[in-house]
């Protein structure tokens, strides 16, 4: 959205992420995620850890559930998003706030991970413009200006062809 901050941060997540549901049935995840950056130490000469930055962080609906069934503890992450600004009240009347991401996207750092990645079935039907499902199970379908015959990009209606388009 337009004025949002958007920000990335990679780090480790401190606790396997907390998966709840709202009274409503909504999935809601909340983890955090520590940053320490490498700082370089005059007196030794070498690279040494910084101070830690901990972002808490949040996600919604099936994207929660994906993430509460992918990461865990100590994953070393990549999460960009929006940076949210929230207020609250103590239980002793102080106004407060704090900063939280409002994760858009996030994934393992594959630098020190592997990862197999296994395309989600959203209740086995195909997404739309307005976010529901249809009928008909789920399957890629040729484009219209797909060639009807050879072996172009695609070689028949649902599948595809190991060829390079171009």
């Not at 907390?18 to 909340?30: D, F, H, K, S, W």
């Not at 249809?134 to 009807?148: H, K, L, V």
Request: no cysteine; glycine share 10%.
């Amino acid at each position: 959205m337009a004025g949002e901050i958007q920000i990335s941060v990679v780090g480790n997540l401190t606790a396997d992420p907390e998966l709840r549901y709202t009274q409503n049935g909504l999935a809601v995840v909340n983890f955090t995620i520590a940053s320490t950056p490498k700082v370089f130490d005059k007196q030794t000469n070498a690279m040494k850890d910084g101070d830690p930055v901990f972002m808490r962080a949040s996600a919604w609906r099936e994207f929660a559930e994906h993430i509460a069934g992918s990461l865990t503890k100590g994953s070393r992450v990549i999460a960009s998003g929006a940076l949210k600004q929230r207020q609250y009240e103590t239980k002793e009347g102080e106004k407060r706030s704090s900063m939280e991401l409002q994760i858009e996207a996030i994934g393992p750092d594959l630098r020190y991970a592997t990862a197999a990645v296994t395309r989600a079935q959203f209740g086995n039907r195909a997404p739309t413009s307005s976010g529901a499902g249809n009928d008909e199970p789920w399957a890629p379908t040729a484009p219209t200006n797909a060639p009807a015959t050879g072996g172009d990009v695609w070689n028949s209606p649902g599948n595809f062809s190991d060829e390079t388009p171009f």
